[in-house]
């Protein structure tokens, strides 16, 4: 397993002067990503914020080759140059190993890019597809996405005198993914950098697709401060709003437990998204409901991973008692 | 055999069937497409060259039109020589990533197997479907019959590889009336088409060269211009390479194939214009006329872009009346895609012909004889009047 040492004496192969801003936290999981990826690498990345800010032509941030197509396809288009990659494979014309790595946002990725993302999962093709989840259409000003968490305010399901934000809970993409059956899927956030190269290593050494899901905030959408980035990643795993966790063959494996799970104002309070859900009375039912979605989601993740008994056992449990 | 010395074989093949057996024995690295009637069976034949292991190529069996031109991209990145097809709302499903292929310089082809776009919904001919896309920066072609329709992919192949053009290139021939038409098809041996379309050698180091190569960056204002500039310029370089492409595929079929046709037009009054498998019935129409003793003749436009302005302006200058057939509704131009490209072409001939635009068979509508021949019988007299009582009319519409 790579250390931190041998990190640190990798080329940066994501390299500054993009124009992402700072305290980015697509950025830094981008550059997380292919510290990890050993090797030659293709990446492809969807429209968004990665996209824009590391190639305004004539620059580039990508010391790898790499390819924008649009925004729905990026997962159909890294899957066509793996295809012509196993090509040239057997027709002796390439002899190196390449890695394809596919950055999408949750835009790209949970909703207008989905099918694509579907489709080339179910094709099997080897490559890992990154999720930068920062929950809204970020590059065009925080519009509300299908990851948009319940309660959240952005400028298409804003906060108003009637509407307290969102009123949709986020789609478990995760979990949609996981139902493709793939080798390897993952939840992963950019302040356990350990834990996410490690999953980077697995996904690309799994023999077929790969998908990691990473908590990646935006603090112009988030409303924190610019250098509390890893700090509300943190937070996030603390009150099980983002569990870290890896799903290897079908296994499903916790791979953080909070020593104390918080609750989750600690969440909610510490972004500005949320601040109507606490000014002037507040909406103490919408964040009761927010916790036990959350209580919920965690204890069916406990489940899966085998860290709890099914339920009914629980309850058969109870009744001998 | 063919007088080339070039060792043919004539088998009876439906259009799609002989698609699939250029693609065969193109024999290209990649494949992405995704099924849609009337494309079907020219996709399944292929699979089956797949599945039967006669080809070396990988098929990428997508879960939608868009993702089967967005992997032909990625592949076509990758260094790959891509092929696909399709049809109609698949067509249009593909439309955004078209202009991407052709703005990334990717020699991609693709047959295009003309219906009718929704709505209402219809799986017959027309050509609503790829006369959409005429300004994705595409070279098209449209063929007449499955010879054409074999013959025109492997040239386009080669036109569009040319490193002065650079541009993908589709191939129409229309759904059912070509598509699922039996016809004598003369088909090259394999070694002849592999020699003729060669190894593909891509213009520049692609993804796979493992150097820092960055496809598709953001382009604004202070660039994106020029860019566009050098897409047009590619267009510039490609009647010369298809030409190129041509006179080197007469030399091993003993078919030639310009921008366009004429028949019987030279000291013709009336010419009538015609894409695809109307042309045929055209020219049995020509015929019928001239045996009335009627000066008709006919113009079948093959290539449709880039436009062959300056040749379509000699073949039609000497006409008194231009009728053009259009089978596809250009709603709310003034005329059909056709009419306003002829019309522009003959504007600056000295004496230039009076034109009349026909749209016809929009669906898969039935275009008989009959039909050609009222359109001809208005077109002689616009030419004995020099009287437009009506500049588009419809052919066969209740």
Redesign the interface.
């Known amino acids: 397993m790579t250390t931190l040492k041998q990190l640190s004496h990798r080329e940066e192969r994501f390299t500054g002067g993009h124009r992402l801003c700072a305290g980015c936290g697509a950025a830094i999981v981008a550059r997380q990503v292919l510290l990890a990826a050993d090797g030659p690498v293709v990446v492809g990345t969807a429209t968004g914020c990665l996209e824009v800010a590391t190639t305004l032509y004539p620059y580039t941030s990508w010391k790898v080759p790499w390819i924008h197509n649009a925004f729905e396809n990026v997962a159909a288009t890294i899957s066509g140059v793996e295809t012509a990659y196993r090509v040239f494979k057997e027709k002796g014309k390439i002899d190196k190993e390449f890695h394809f790595i596919a950055f999408g946002g949750d835009g790209g990725t949970y909703d207008i890019g989905l099918q694509a993302l579907s489709g080339a999962l179910e094709r099997g093709h080897k490559m890992l597809y990154i999720c930068y989840d920062n929950q809204a259409y970020m590059n065009t000003g925080i519009q509300r996405s299908g990851a948009t968490p319940k309660g959240a305010s952005t400028t298409t399901a804003p906060a108003g005198k009637v509407i307290p934000g969102k009123l949709q809970r986020r789609k478990d993409l995760t979990a949609i993914v996981a139902a493709h059956h793939i080798p390897y899927v993952a939840q992963a956030a950019p302040h356990n950098f350990m834990d996410l190269t490690r999953k980077v290593e697995k996904a690309l050494a799994a023999d077929g697709p790969s998908f990691i899901n990473v908590l990646a905030p935006c603090h112009r959408g988030w409303r924190h401060a610019p250098e509390d980035t890893l700090k509300v990643t943190r937070i996030a795993t603390n009150t099980s709003f983002w569990p870290l966790y890896e799903i290897i063959d079908g296994e499903w494996k916790l791979n953080y437990k909070p020593r104390k799970k918080l609750p989750i104002e600690e969440w909610l309070k510490f972004q500005g998204r949320y601040d109507h859900l606490f000014k002037d009375g507040g909406h103490p039912e919408l964040v009761a409901e927010i916790q036990a979605d959350i209580d919920r989601d965690w204890e069916d993740l406990l489940i899966r991973c085998g860290e709890l008994p099914p339920r009914e056992r629980r309850d058969e449990e109870e009744k001998k008692k | 055999m063919a007088k080339t010395g070039v060792k043919t074989v004539k088998v009876p093949l439906a259009g799609n069937d002989a698609a699939a057996h250029a693609m065969k024995q193109v024999n290209p690295?990649?494949v992405?497409a995704y099924p849609i009637t009337p494309q079907t069976e020219l996709m399944q034949a292929f699979a089956q060259f797949v599945a039967d292991g006669e080809v070396?190529?990988?098929l990428?069996?997508?879960?939608?039109e868009?993702?089967?031109m967005?992997?032909?991209?990625?592949?076509?990145?990758?260094?790959?020589r891509?092929m696909t097809a399709t049809s109609a709302n698949g067509f249009a499903l593909m439309w955004?990533?078209l202009y991407?292929a052709a703005s990334l310089r990717l020699p991609i082809t693709m047959a295009v197997v003309n219906r009718a776009l929704s709505g209402p919904i219809n799986i017959h001919c027309d050509h609503s479907d790829s006369m959409g896309a005429r300004d994705a920066g595409w070279m098209q072609m449209y063929a007449e019959n499955p010879q054409e329709a074999y013959d025109l992919w492997l040239i386009a192949i080669k036109a569009a590889e040319n490193h002065d053009v650079l541009l993908p290139a589709m191939v129409m021939y229309d759904g059912f009336i070509i598509s699922h038409t039996m016809e004598v098809v003369e088909i090259l041996p394999d070694e002849a088409v592999k020699e003729y379309v060669g190894p593909y050698k891509p213009a520049y180091a692609m993804?796979?060269?493992?150097?820092?190569?960055?496809?598709?960056?953001?382009?604004?204002h202070d660039?994106y211009f020029e860019h566009k500039r050098q897409e047009i310029e590619g267009t510039e370089h490609a009647p010369a390479a298809l030409a190129e492409a041509a006179a080197e595929y007469a030399k091993i079929s003993g078919r030639h194939y310009g921008p366009l046709e004429s028949y019987r037009a030279d000291d013709a009054d009336v010419v009538m214009v015609a894409l695809g498998s109307t042309a045929g019935t055209a020219r049995y129409v020509v015929d019928v006329l001239r045996e009335q003793g009627k000066a008709a003749g006919l113009m079948k436009l093959r290539t449709f872009r880039p436009f062959p302005n300056a040749e379509v302006a000699g073949a039609l200058g000497n006409a008194k009346c231009v009728v053009v057939c259009d089978r596809v509704a250009s709603f709310g131009a003034f005329g059909s895609p056709t009419f306003m490209e002829v019309r522009s072409a003959l504007y600056e001939v000295p004496e230039r012909p009076l034109v009349i635009n026909y749209v016809y068979g929009l669906g898969g509508r039935d275009t008989g004889p009959d039909l050609l021949e009222q359109a001809f019988a208005e077109g002689f007299r616009v030419a004995e009047t020099g009287e437009i009582k009506q500049h588009v009319g419809y052919l066969g519409v209740r």
């Open positions: 690295d990649v992405a070396d190529t990988e990428i069996t997508t879960e939608s868009h993702s089967a967005s992997a032909c991209v990625g592949a076509a990145a990758a260094g790959a891509t955004e990533v991407i993804l796979l060269d493992e150097k820092p190569f960055t496809v598709g960056p953001l382009d604004f660039y």
